[in-house]
């Protein structure tokens, strides 16, 4: 099982910039995909963005597309969502989730492990 922890979230005005991040436990992930899904209350939690470990494969949900920017910093077994351009419907739960495969996948139920979330508030 990976660890995943985010972290980054927080409060912007529509307009603004976050940076979230999600650290996992594991040395090497070189046969994994991890992605960015977001929820909000009442509401099934939705795909964001995925990057498979070689970071050749990188996919975006239409409206974030332009805006955010997912990466993976190898050497900090790290994976960031640089989020540009924010607005008020972006407001959600973000959580970072990693399933083994480099299959493509923006179902949730593909992903078996995810990290607890983190909060962002976007404020018009």
């Known amino acids: 099982q990976v660890q995943l922890v985010e972290s980054g979230g927080g409060m912007v005005q529509a307009g603004g910039s976050l940076t979230l991040s999600c650290a996992h436990s594991?040395?090497?992930?070189?046969?994994?995909?991890v992605a960015w899904f977001r929820q909000t209350p009442g509401k099934e939690r939705e795909f964001v963005t995925r990057?498979?470990?070689?970071?050749?494969?990188?996919y975006y949900e239409d409206s974030v597309k332009g805006r955010f920017t997912i990466s993976w910093d190898k050497a900090k077994n790290t994976v960031f969502l640089q989020m540009n351009n924010l607005k008020p419907e972006d407001t959600a739960v973000y959580y970072c989730?990693?399933?083994?495969?480099?299959?493509?996948?923006?179902?949730?139920?593909?992903?078996?492990?995810w990290g607890q979330g983190t909060q962002v508030i976007v404020s018009s």
């Open positions: 989730a990693a399933k083994y495969g480099i299959a493509a996948s923006d179902n949730r139920n593909s992903y078996k492990d």
């Open positions: 594991e040395r090497t992930l070189d046969t994994f995909t």
């Open positions: 990057i498979t470990w070689s970071s050749q494969h990188k």
